[in-house]
């Protein structure tokens, strides 16, 4: 174990925190924690059309709900083109690297030829040891580097084991535009270099890339950080992930109700596994997690595997922390400003006291708040087709009886009032599922809630007897 392994997450800040990206940074930030190392945070903004300022604050939103931290601030690859710049002027005195003048029309005429001739396009090497006086006057060039043209480049990658690239398909290619910017493949460099990162974990859609990336360490001298390629994740159709099948933003998945802990016990083993563990603490992810241990194969999104693992999570949580997690979605749900404005202190005390209740039935906080509204609900209820059916069925002269009984309870415990409904449905001759069911319905306008004893005793006496007199008018 090394307190020197250093990992880096490195977005592009054109859109949310995709779920590909949280699965990537996951596994940058257990790597880290596992070894006791750090996990820096790259914004890779160098795109100035595509990026935008809204991005960048919701990839860190996302990062911190998830609860993945980053050690120092977020370093602004926009920010550091001047070093970019110098490294691929030291590349050129080194001899690493030259000046290309080839014009927009010769690069055409390469690449018409290598089509002509059923072979990729490359660049044929025409100013590698040309002089720069033979360029036309006033032409700005770019820097391309000098690759090998003999032999192989072998990545050692944790995840895909030896990758090897024949030197010749990689090409003289541009590590600095003729206007002066770098490209990414050299600004990755410079900076994964420059910030000591120890090991890269990414995409296995950059596994040629690494390829590039390895032969501008090696012209710089520099040592090759550690590299694994991660499979990246496919629909349940075994089809890149899409829209379709859950590729959604990190505020998406937190909008759907999903908890950050159950989100992330998911991602983990999307392509990583300790043995047939299914739940797992973020503590026993970051002891059991190895890098090595990541499939090559593509791992499959399955959103019902995700809601069955949140369920989980939400069965076995504390009520007051789902109370909070759940006030703290209200925003973004549909209907969740009805819950917000009622939320007064009485009525988040009777949210605890039902959450067990609840969360037996939950899968998700949006289906828990669902579940919650009639404590919410104002007067008279409007009643689902089903509770509506018990009512008229019989159940509101059941109600009828009942009621009496209910309002010379000598106190509103649940204890009490267990009695008195339990007592009627044996003085009536009823099965308690014959009080019970109305009851329900009278007090929640729905047929399933939490234990209707609870339900009865939380709404309160002048609540509940009001709810019950509204279903007899």
Request: include cysteine.
């Amino acid at each position: 174990m090394s307190g020197d392994t250093v990992t880096r997450f490195a977005p592009s800040p054109t859109g949310y925190l995709h779920i590909g990206g949280a699965r990537t940074a996951l596994f940058n930030w257990l790597y880290a924690q596992n070894r006791g190392g750090r996990m820096l945070l790259r914004i890779e903004d160098t795109d100035r059309s595509r990026n935008s300022d809204e991005a960048v604050a919701a990839i860190l939103d996302g990062l911190k709900w998830l609860g993945l931290s980053w050690d120092g601030e977020p370093i602004s690859q926009y920010a550091r083109v001047e070093r970019h710049r110098e490294v691929a002027e030291e590349l050129v005195k080194k001899g690493k690297a030259y000046h290309c003048y080839a014009t927009l029309q010769e690069l055409e005429e390469m690449r018409e030829k290598a089509r002509s001739e059923r072979r990729p396009p490359r660049y044929d090497g025409r100013w590698r040891d040309r002089d720069p006086s033979e360029a036309h006057e006033g032409a700005t060039p770019a820097i391309r580097i000098k690759a090998p043209r003999e032999g192989a480049t072998v990545v050692a990658d944790k995840v895909q084991g030896d990758v090897s690239f024949p030197n010749a398909d990689l090409d003289d290619f541009i590590i600095l535009r003729s206007d002066g910017n770098p490209t990414y493949m050299h600004a990755v460099v410079v900076d994964d270099h420059d910030m000591g990162v120890t090991d890269i974990i990414r995409g296995d859609d950059h596994l040629t890339n690494a390829a590039r990336q390895t032969v501008i360490y090696q012209a710089m001298g520099w040592p090759v950080p550690n590299m694994a390629h991660i499979p990246l994740i496919h629909g349940t159709d075994g089809a890149k992930l899409s829209k379709r099948h859950g590729a959604l933003g990190a505020e998406a998945y937190r909008a759907m109700g999903y908890l950050p802990k159950a989100l992330c016990n998911y991602l983990v083993r999307l392509g990583w596994s300790h043995g047939d563990d299914e739940i797992m603490s973020m503590q026993q992810m970051i002891d059991w997690f190895d890098i090595a241990d990541v499939n090559k194969g593509a791992a499959r999104f399955d959103i019902k595997k995700l809601e069955a693992i949140n369920g989980h999570y939400i069965r076995n949580g504390n009520d007051e922390e789902l109370t909070a997690a759940l006030i703290a979605i209200l925003p973004e749900i549909e209907g969740g400003d009805f819950i917000s404005e009622r939320m007064s202190e009485q009525n988040r005390q009777r949210l605890i006291t039902l959450m067990p209740g609840l969360k037996e039935r939950a899968k998700t906080l949006v289906e828990l708040a669902d579940s919650a509204r009639f404590l919410f609900a104002e007067r008279p209820l409007q009643n689902e087709e089903k509770a509506e059916k018990i009512l008229a069925d019989g159940g509101r002269d059941v109600l009828g009886k009942l009621i009496p009984l209910l309002e010379s309870a000598s106190d509103w415990q649940i204890e009490t009032l267990e009695t008195v409904i339990r007592d009627f449905a044996e003085a009536e001759d009823l099965k308690l599922g014959k009080v019970a069911q109305p009851l329900r319905a009278a007090l929640t306008g729905r047929t399933t809630s939490p234990g209707v004893f609870d339900v009865i005793a939380v709404l309160g006496r002048d609540e509940a007897l009001a709810r019950m007199h509204d279903q007899l008018n």
